[in-house]
T-cell receptor
Framework: DSGVTQTPKHLITATGQRVTLRCSPR?????VYWYQQSLDQGLQFLIQ???????AKGNILERFSAQQFPDLHSELNLSSLELGDSALYFC?????????????FGEGSRLTVL | EDQVTQSPEALRLQEGESSSLNCSYT??????LFWYRQDPGKGPEFLFT???AGEEKEKERLKATLTKKESFLHITAPKPEDSATYLC???????????FGGGTRLMVKP
């Protein structure tokens, strides 16, 4: 158990809909990262927050947004969903902002868009 | 653009048959090279960080090494419980974002 909690574990929805994925980092970790994993693209970095502030942005679509709240939990919002958004979405956390590369990953939220 | 490529995509070994996984990287100013293990249905689990060419790290049957262009994950006398996907990632000096390779799926048969 990494200590990172993600909900929901599975989500099935229709094209055009909006969903919210939630992540609670390990106790004491200030950084939260979101990654998308699909069969053809591998693990792709989406966005990083550090203590409530956006720290780095990767290949995140404009239809996607995220935020980190004062209690350090984070939410990833996916809107106007398309079939191609079906993937595993991982949240990870670290205590040091990722300097050592040691990220602790949750078990992921599997999104299926029909 | 940073790139990380892993080979082979899949590797089948017999228990006790040692082998190596390859990770080639193109990164502008490597800050660190990282290895993770991912079991089916789980998130990646951190294994090693390597910072400079010539560095080696060991953990049980795994040893990671780093050159200026590649990293290798050597698996000595593997056991079935070593079966997993091994992911390599690199970070550049510009930030803390990790660029992951596609992974090598390792299957160890008893």
């Amino acid at each position: 158990d990494s200590g990172v909690t993600q909900t929901p574990k599975h989500l099935i929805t229709a094209t055009g809909q909006r969903v919210t994925l939630r992540c609670s980092p390990r106790s004491g970790d200030l950084s939260v990262y979101w990654y998308q994993q699909s069969l053809d693209q591998g693990l792709q970095f989406l966005i990083q927050y550090y203590n409530g502030e956006e720290r780095a942005k990767g290949n995140i679509l404009e239809r996607f947004s995220a935020q980190q709240f004062p209690d350090l939990h984070s939410e990833l919002n996916l809107s106007s969903l398309e079939l191609g958004d079906s993937a595993l979405y991982f949240c990870a956390s670290s205590v040091d902002g990722g300097v050592t590369g040691e990220l602790f990953f949750g078990e992921g939220s599997r999104l299926t868009v029909l | 653009e940073d790139q990380v490529t892993q080979s082979p995509e899949a590797l089948r070994l017999q228990e006790g048959e040692s082998s190596s996984l390859n990770c080639s990287y193109t990164v502008s100013g490597l800050r660190g090279l990282f290895w993770y293990r991912q079991d089916p249905g789980k998130g990646p689990e951190f294994l090693f960080t390597l910072y400079s060419a010539g560095e080696e790290k060991e953990k049980e049957r795994l040893k990671a090494t780093l050159t200026k262009k590649e990293s290798f994950l050597h698996i000595t006398a593997p056991k079935p419980e070593d079966s997993a996907t091994y992911l390599c990632a690199a970070a550049n000096n510009a930030g803390n974002m990790l660029t992951f390779g596609g992974g090598t799926r390792l299957m160890v048969k008893p």
